[in-house]
T-cell receptor, first 115, second 116 residues
């Protein structure tokens, strides 16, 4: 049963600390998305990658957020320094290239709380 | 500025009745629409989609209706079951076959509760 996995599932940290979230996409998927869910904004796209190269990161605050794919099996989202307004659920999704949104498979999310 | 709007944060219906979830969009360039379902502590999962060349798409108990002139779509669930209780997200994109991309713009979601 192929699934997107995300670690950690929960993270509580203090303001100013670095936070790293990890995602393992489904094997064979070459497109990876990072989303953030908040009560105010709903589900918003932060960035996405194709074949490990960033295609669009226009939704991501550039000053403190960074996203990378060190290899095809790992995507990371870092926040440094973290702020209370970053508290949200962060989802990773993966898909095969060239297909519509219905083929995006989401992970279970990382629930982040910044105190 | 929300391009995809779900104005009802919550909806409660009785088991066996119809659930109607609504979604409005502002960007007339959108031509592909999707509904996702999300249970607590899980990621969203794809439910049903519709292209702008259609006005209706049906899959079992789920039907999506699209009114392009009104920039409005709705998801009908008939009959509703307690297991349908979840948050439903409406999403929009540009059709890949028309040169669009996989980027999805989501609404804030509607929490559906189906009471036994």
């Amino acid at each position: 049963d192929a699934r997107v996995t995300q670690t950690p599932r929960h993270k509580v940290t203090e303001m100013g600390q670095e936070v790293t979230m990890r995602c393992q996409p489904i094997l064979g998927h070459n497109t990876v998305f990072w989303y953030r869910q908040t009560m105010m904004q709903g589900l918003e796209l932060l960035a996405y990658f194709r074949n490990r190269a960033p295609l669009d990161d226009s939704g991501m605050p550039k000053d403190r957020f960074s996203a990378e794919m060190p290899d095809a099996t790992l995507a990371t989202l870092k926040i440094q320094p973290s702020e209370p307004r970053d508290s949200a659920v962060y989802f990773c999704a993966s898909a095969a290239a060239g297909h519509g949104g219905e083929t995006q498979y989401f992970g279970p999310g990382t629930r982040l709380l910044v105190l | 500025d929300q391009q995809v709007k779900q104005n009802s944060p919550s909806l409660s219906v009785q088991e066996g009745r119809i659930s109607i979830l609504n979604c409005d969009y502002t960007n007339s360039m959108f031509d592909y629409f999707l509904w996702y379902k999300k249970y607590p502590a899980e990621g969203p999962t794809f439910l049903i989609s519709i292209s702008s060349i259609k006005d209706k798409n049906e899959d079992g108990r789920f039907t999506v209706f699209l009114n392009k002139s009104a920039k409005h779509l709705s998801l009908h669930i008939v009959p509703s079951q307690p297991g349908d209780s979840a948050v439903y997200f409406c999403a929009a994109s540009l059709d890949l076959t028309q040169g669009g991309s996989e980027k999805l713009v989501f609404g804030k979601g509607t929490k559906l509760t189906v009471n036994p």
